[in-house]
């Protein structure tokens, strides 16, 4: 499991989630995985699904250099004014937090 702290960006006036490389290939997300998200107690929780239909999110990037991008209306509302996000990962989920 590992534990990182990220500053959030803005795209097009959005707030913006960008994880990438080592974080992500050392936990097993790797490029082309697919992930479902849910929202639980003030968190996004991205799972990894083999599920087509299910899939809300995949890891985009290189095979080298994983990427994780999420941004949109959704995230700004989710983030609810917070600069930073307390990310855990572990082997089949992604776990993030909003924090000052």
Do not use: Y
């Not at 959030?8 to 082309?32: C, D, H, P, Q, Y």
């Not at 799972?47 to 994780?68: E, M, N, S, V």
């Amino acid at each position: 499991m590992k534990t990182i702290i990220l500053k959030s960006g803005t795209n097009k006036g959005n707030r913006r989630i960008w994880i990438e490389g080592k974080a992500l290939t050392s936990t097993g997300f790797v490029r082309g995985v697919l992930l479902t998200k849910t929202i639980q107690d003030g968190a996004l929780i991205l799972t990894k699904t083999t599920d087509q239909k299910l899939k809300k999110h995949r890891i985009a990037g290189t095979t080298t250099r994983p990427i994780l991008d999420l941004c949109g209306k959704w995230v700004t509302a989710f983030m609810s004014g917070k600069a930073r996000v307390l990310i855990t990962i572990s082997s089949t989920t992604i776990t993030i937090k909003p924090i000052k």
